[in-house]
């Protein structure tokens, strides 16, 4: 009995240290999507520079200079240098495609279902407050929030992949080679272990259930 306490507590620590250690990235990333979303709903003008189509979606690339590009310079003012650079990194504008307007369009009920899933969280601490740890109201409350998190998590490095290999295939720089796309990398690892310890105590649960049925 102890030694299945044990097991549930250890596995609903490490749950909740990994979602609440990866809560401000995972902020992040739905911030940007949503302002990429807003953005993706109108025109946007600024002036002195382009006109952004209504549909386009920001995306962040890797390049390279070709062999034959002209290194460009700039000047060190502190010490009058002028020295060369290139550019590595661009941010522009690309058209998404139709997947990943579906993939858009699925993560609206799974944030729901996500908030469903925190919600399921906060009463599982309630239960382990109330001394109530092993029970199949909790496996279903941890399962809940494992496996929806883990879901708007894939659902977003998803759509990144989708706007950035779109990106990859609209955009063409001049003197330059485009050799990735920057966006969300999910943390498999920060993925797979809060499945796998709702698991493993789903499992504890079980066993302690045939163990109070043998006594």
């Known amino acids: 009995m102890n030694k299945f306490r044990i097991l549930g507590v250890i596995a609903i620590i490490a749950i909740i240290a990994n979602f609440f250690g990866g809560l401000d990235e ?3 990333d739905f911030k940007k999507g949503f302002e990429d979303g807003h953005n993706s709903a109108m025109e946007i003008y600024e002036p002195g520079r382009h006109i952004i189509p209504h549909h386009a979606t920001s995306v962040k690339l ?27 990194e661009i941010e522009t504008y690309a058209k ?9 369009g699925l ?15 906060i009463r599982l601490l309630i239960s382990i407050s109330r001394r109530k740890v092993f029970t199949p109201a909790n496996v279903l409350r941890l399962r809940w929030f494992a ?22 295939n609209q ?24 499945i796998l310890f709702a698991e493993i105590f789903a499992i504890g649960v079980k066993m302690k259930e ?3 049925l043998t006594i």
């Open 62 to 88: 890797n390049v390279e200079p070709l062999p034959e590009t002209t290194v460009d310079s700039l000047s060190n003012n502190r010490v009058d240098w002028t020295l060369p650079y290139t550019v590595t």
């Open 107 to 121: 993560a609206i009920p799974g944030l729901f279902f996500f908030l469903i899933g925190f919600y399921s969280l």
């Open 96 to 104: 998404p495609s139709a997947w990943y307007i579906l993939v858009i």
């Open 171 to 194: 955009i063409s720089i001049p003197g330059y080679k485009i050799i990735s796309y920057v966006g969300y990398s999910p943390d498999w690892v920060a993925i797979i272990l809060p």
């Open 147 to 168: 496996y929806t998190s883990a879901s708007l998590k894939i659902l977003t490095a998803i759509g990144e992949w989708l706007t950035g290999s779109a990106a990859m």
């Open 210 to 212: 045939e163990q109070d």
């Open 26 to 28: 995972n902020w992040r």
